[in-house]
C-alpha cells in the first residue's frame, strides 16, 4: 500500500521533470506563509500527507521514524504517551503541520537554545530526488559518519532538494519537573543574564524577553530546579506552559499585528537592537523579532543582522513575498546552485521559493 | 610536471624547511592511526598561513595534482593516507587559538589545534568543548570536523556537528567560504552540517568556531558487574526507559575486563560477563538523585555487583580501566584492529554473539568495547601481522561485522570514517542510487576530484566489480531470521 504511494509520488516527479513543471510539495499547508511567495499558475501541487503513519518508534532506542506525511501532533501525541517529546519544540502554526514541513522548513522553538535544532535531531532520511529515485540516507542511528551528511542537508531546504518520504530522529525525555519564572529588567541587561547563565551549569531551557520581563524556564529533576530558582531568584508564574506555548506557536500577543515580522538569528550577546517597532527576544538574544513597518527599509535591518554575525528573515508579510531569506554571497550561491542541479536537475522542487536563484 | 618543478614552485609559496621530498622526510606521513595501510606520499607541505594553503590549492588546481588533508594523523580509517601522486597538506602548524569569547560560549580556533587544548584554555572560563575522542590529547579539531567525531559523552552531549557553529573552508580552487555563523542558524543550505564528517572530500577547513559548554557542577559514576551480556543490555535500556540521559554509558566484554585488569588495576570483577559504566553529570542536586535512580535500576537489571564513585579519585580509576582497552588490547597482543560499527542498542546481545561465532570461524581473539548509550561498538581484533595471512583474515573477520551491523539496522562507521578502510562495505550499506549521488555533491564542491581522492565513497564500478550485495534495513528476504 504504501510502495504504490510513493510509486505515484515518483511517477509525478518524473512526468514534471520531462515537461519542466514546477512542482509545490505540501504537507499540511501550515507554513505556506513562510518563503517567497512563488506560486505559478501552472505549478503542480504535491501533496504528501497521503503518506504518512509511524514506522518505527522504540523508546529506550530514543529513536522514532515516520512518513514525512504524519502529522506532527500525533507524532509529538505518541511521544508524549512514553513521556517522550522532540526536543527542538517545533513550532506547529497550526493543527494540520507534518513532519516533512517541519524538517522542510527546520524551524526550532524556545528549547532550541538549550537542547539544539532541528538539523540536530534528524538521524536518516528517506527522500525521492529530482528524478523520482528513491533514496536513502543516513540511518537510525545516533552515531553514524558513513556517507555525506545529506539528510542534515534537507533541514531548511524548504523542499528544494527532494520530496521527503520518511525521517528519522533522536528524542529524549520529557523533563520530569518545569518551572518558569519571571523578573522585570531592561533589555541590555536581560541579554547580558541570559548569556551569563549560559555559561553556568543551570537547568535554563527556554529564555523569552518580552515588554520589559525577563522569561525563564527551568527544566530538570525537581531538587536541582529548585536549586537553580533559589539562586536565580525571580517570580515563579503560574501558567508557564501555556507561556511558551504561545511563544512557540506565535500566538502570544506580541505577534498578534499585521506589521511585517522579520526574525534576526544572530550572536547571543549583541547589545540592544535599535531599530524602530517592537522585538521580542528569544535564545539569550540569540533570536530577535522584529515587528515594525513596511516603511523601515530591508536593507538597514538586513545590515544590522550582518554587523551582528547573523542573517534575517522576513518571517511573515502579508503583501507579495520575494527575496525572504538573506542573500547570499557569491561564492556561496554558486555552491547552492550546484548542489541545486545535483539533486534537481530540472529545477522542479518548489523553485523560488527559497532563492529566486534557483 | 617533475617532482623538481613542483618542489621549485612550492619553495615559491612556503619556507624550504615547509617543503619535504626526502623519502626518510616523508616516512613520518605514510600512514594515520590505521598503520595497517602505508602511501608514500609525492610531497608533504606545512604551511602555517591560510594564504599559503590558497596557493597551494590553487597550484594543485592549475596542475592537476591530488590534494590529502592531515591534522594530527591519529584518524582511525587511512583518511589522511596520502595519495602516491600527490601533495600532502599537512594542517599541524595551523595551531592558534585565535579567539575565545567566553561570554558567548564560542572560541575560534585554527585546525590543528587539539582537541584537549580548547578544553584547556576555556577552563578558567568553566567553559568547556564536549566531544571528547580518545585520542583527544593527540587528535586535531580539524580532524574532528572532517571525521565528525564523537566520544564517550555523545549521548548527551553530541557529536562534533551538534558543537561546531562556524567554518572557514577553502575549495579546491582556492575560493573562500564562510559556513555557518555565530547565530545558532544561518541562511541558505546547512552546509555545516555537510561538510562535518565529509573527510576532506568537499574543501581544506582552515578555522573552526566551537560552541563551548559550562562545565557541570559534579560527576559521579556507577559500575556494575553482570553475569550476562543481555542483562547488561537490558540494564542500558531500563536507565533509559527511565527517563534518565547518561553523561556517559560504556560497556566492556569479558575478555576486555581481563585485558585491562590485568594492565592496570582498575578494581574491575574478573568473574563479570560484562561491566557497565554509568556516569551522571550536573547540579548536586541533580546528580544525587539521578544516581540514586541509577543504582537501583542496577539492582532491578540484576547486578551482581555495583559500586558508586565516593571522589573523584574513584571515579577516574572506574573510568581508566575503560580508557586503557586499546593499550591493553596492545598489550596482549602484537597488533590489534579496532572496528567502529553502530547498532540499535537492542540487538546488542546478537550481534556480540554473531561475533563470538565469527571470531572462533576465523581463530581470532576479539575485545569488544561498547558506547553503550548511543550504540556504537569498537570491537577489537587481535592479530599478529608477523603471522602470514593474519591480517588478511583480520581484514575479513572485520568485514563481515561490519557487514552485520547492517543487518542489524545499523551502519559501518559511528565515528571514525570511511576512509579507505571500510570503501568496500559501503558498497553494501548504500545502493547506487545513493553512491551517485554522493558523487555529485562531491562533484558540486570539487569538481575534478582531486581532493582526499578514492577515499570515503566508492566508486560504481567498485562495487559492481567487489559483487557486494547491498542491504537495505528490513528489506532483505526473511529478514526476521538471525543470519550470526
Known amino acids: ?358 | 610536471m617533475t617532482l623538481h618543478e613542483l618542489v621549485n614552485k612550492l619553495h615559491a609559496i612556503l619556507p624550504h624547511e615547509a617543503v619535504l621530498y626526502e623519502t626518510e622526510d616523508l616516512r613520518p606521513y605514510e600512514c594515520d592511526g590505521l598503520s595497517a595501510y602505508r602511501q608514500l606520499p609525492l610531497v608533504v607541505v606545512l604551511p602555517h598561513t591560510e594564504e599559503q594553503i590558497v596557493k597551494i590549492l590553487q597550484l594543485c588546481h592549475a596542475t592537476s595534482i591530488p590534494v590529502v588533508a592531515r591534522g594530527a594523523g591519529t584518524g582511525l580509517s587511512g583518511g589522511a593516507l596520502p595519495h602516491v601522486q600527490g601533495v600532502l597538506l599537512s594542517l599541524a602548524k595551523l595551531n592558534q587559538i585565535i579567539a575565545i569569547d567566553s561570554l558567548a560560549r564560542m572560541a575560534r580556533v585554527q585546525p590543528g589545534v587539539r582537541n584537549l587544548a580548547i578544553s584547556e584554555a576555556v577552563a578558567m572560563y568553566g567553559l568547556y568543548y564536549a566531544p571528547d575522542p580518545s585520542s583527544q590529547i593527540a587528535c586535531s579539531i580539524g580532524g574532528n570536523v572532517a571525521e565528525n567525531s564523537g566520544g564517550v559523552h555523545c549521548l548527551k552531549y553530541g557529536l562534533t556537528v551538534h558543537n561546531i557553529v562556524k567554518l572557514r573552508v577553502l575549495t579546491i580552487d582556492g575560493e573562500c567560504l564562510e559556513i555557518g555563523g555565530e547565530s545558532l542558524d544561518s541562511a541558505g543550505y546547512d552546509l555545516l552540517a555537510l561538510m562535518t564528517g565529509s573527510e576532506g572530500m568537499l574543501g581544506i577547513i582552515t578555522e573552526i568556531t566551537v560552541k563551548l559548554i559550562p562545565m557541570p557542577e559534579k560527576a559521579q559514576l556507577v559500575m556494575a558487574a553482570f553475569d550476562d551480556v543481555l542483562k547488561a543490555g537490558n540494564a542500558v535500556a531500563n536507565v533509559i526507559a527511565a527517563g534518565i540521559i547518561p553523561a556517559g554509558m560504556e560497556m566492556m566484554d569479558k575478555i576486555t575486563i581481563h585485558a585491562v585488569e590485568e594492565f592496570l588495576q582498575a578494581g574491575y570483577d574478573l568473574d563479570a560477563a560484562a561491566i557497565l559504566l554509568c556516569e551522571s553529570d550536573g547540579s548536586d542536586e541533580e546528580v544525587a538523585d539521578e544516581i540514586k535512580q541509577i543504582y537501583s535500576i542496577m539492582q532491578q537489571s540484576g547486578a551482581t555487583k555495583i559500586s558508586t564513585s565516593r571522589n573523584e579519585a574513584e571515579r577516574l580509576r572506574f573510568w581508566a580501566g575503560r580508557k586503557a582497552a586499546f593499550p591493553a588490547a596492545g598489550r596482549v597482543s602484537p597488533d590489534y584492529y579496532c572496528m567502529d560499527g553502530t547498532i540499535p542498542r537492542k540487538r546488542l546481545a546478537d550481534v556480540l554473539r554473531g561475533i563470538e561465532k565469527l571470531s572462533l570461524e576465523y581463530g581470532l581473539r576479539c575485545m569488544n568495547v561498547f558506547h553503550a548509550g548511543d550504540g556504537n561498538l569498537h570491537p577489537l581484533i587481535l592479530y599478529d601481522a608477523n603471522q602470514p595471512g593474519e591480517l588478511e583474515r583480520t581484514e575479513e573477520f572485520g568485514g563481515k561485522i561490519l557487514e552485520m551491523c547492517i543487518r542489524a539496522g545499523g551502519t559501518i562507521t559511528g565515528e571514525h570514517g570511511v576512509g579507505m578502510e571500510k570503501i568496500n562495505q559501503m558498497c553494501i550499506q548504500f545502493g547506487t542510487g545513493e553512491l551517485a549521488m554522493f558523487h555529485a555533491v562531491k562533484a558540486a564542491f570539487d569538481p575534478t576530484g582531486l581532493l582526499n581522492p578514492g577515499k570515503a565513497v566508492p566508486t560504481l564500478h567498485r562495487c559492481a566489480e567487489l559483487g557486494a550485495m547491498h542491504v537495505h534495513r528490513g528489506e532483505e528476504k526473511f529478514a526476521e531470521l538471525p543470519r550470526f
Open chain 1, 1 to 358: 500500500m504504501q510502495q504504490v504511494i510513493i510509486d505515484q509520488y515518483s511517477a509525478v516527479i518524473c512526468a514534471a521533470a520531462e515537461n519542466k513543471s514546477p512542482l509545490q510539495i505540501r504537507g499540511g499547508g501550515t507554513k505556506h506563509f513562510y518563503g517567497n511567495s512563488s506560486f505559478g499558475q501552472k505549478d503542480i501541487l504535491l501533496d504528501t500527507t497521503a503518506y504518512h503513519g509511524i514506522i518505527d518508534y522504540e523508546p529506550t532506542e530514543l529513536v522514532i521514524t515516520a512518513c514525512a506525511g504524519t502529522r506532527l501532533a500525533d507524532l509529538e501525541a505518541l511521544l508524549a504517551q512514553h513521556g517522550q517529546m522532540l526536543p527542538f519544540e517545533p513550532p506547529h502554526f497550526g493543527a494540520d503541520a507534518t513532519l516533512g514541513g517541519c524538517i522542510a522548513t527546520g524551524l526550532s522553538g524556545p528549547r532550541r537554545v538549550a537542547a539544539g535544532a532541528a538539523r540536530d535531531f534528524v538521524l536518516g532520511t528517506r527522500l525521492l530526488d529530482g528524478k523520482g529515485r528513491d533514496l536513502r540516507f543516513g540511518g537510525q542511528v545516533m552515531k553514524n559518519v558513513a556517507g555525506y551528511d545529506v539528510s542534515r542537508l534537507m533541514v531548511g531546504a524548504m523542499g528544494t532538494l527532494g520530496v521527503l518520504l520518511e525521517v528519522s530522529l533522536k528524542v529524549l525525555p520529557k523533563p520530569p519537573f518545569e518551572i518558569t519564572i519571571q523578573m522585570p529588567m531592561d533589555e541590555a541587561a536581560a541579554i547580558e543574564k541570559m548569556n551569563q547563565w549560559a555559561s553556568k551549569p543551570l537547568p535554563i531551557s527556554a529564555t523569552c524577553y518580552v515588554e520589559g520581563v525577563l522569561f525563564l524556564r527551568l527544566s530538570g529533576a525537581e531538587s536541582a530546579v529548585r536549586a537553580a530558582q533559589i539562586k536565580l531568584g525571580g517570580e515563579e508564574l503560574a501558567g508557564g506552559k501555556d507561556f511558551w506555548q504561545s511563544v512557540r506557536e506565535q500566538s502570544h500577543d506580541f505577534f498578534q499585528s499585521d506589521k511585517l515580522l522579520w526574525r534576526l538569528s544572530i550572536k547571543s550577546t549583541t547589545a540592544p537592537i535599535l531599530l524602530p517597532g517592537k522585538q521580542l527576544l528569544e535564545w539569550c538574544g540569540g533570536l530577535r523579532w522584529l515587528l515594525c513597518d513596511a516603511s523601515v527599509g530591508q536593507e538597514i535591518i538586513r545590515k544590522t543582522a550582518k554587523n551582528a554575525s547573523g542573517h534575517v528573515t522576513l518571517f511573515r508579510s502579508n503583501a507579495l513575498r520575494n527575496a525572504v531569506f538573506h542573500p547570499l554571497d557569491p561564492a556561496m550561491l554558486e555552491i547552492h546552485r550546484l548542489l541545486k542541479e545535483k539533486f534537481d536537475p530540472s529545477g522542479i522542487f518548489n523553485p523560488g521559493r527559497f532563492y529566486s536563484e534557483f
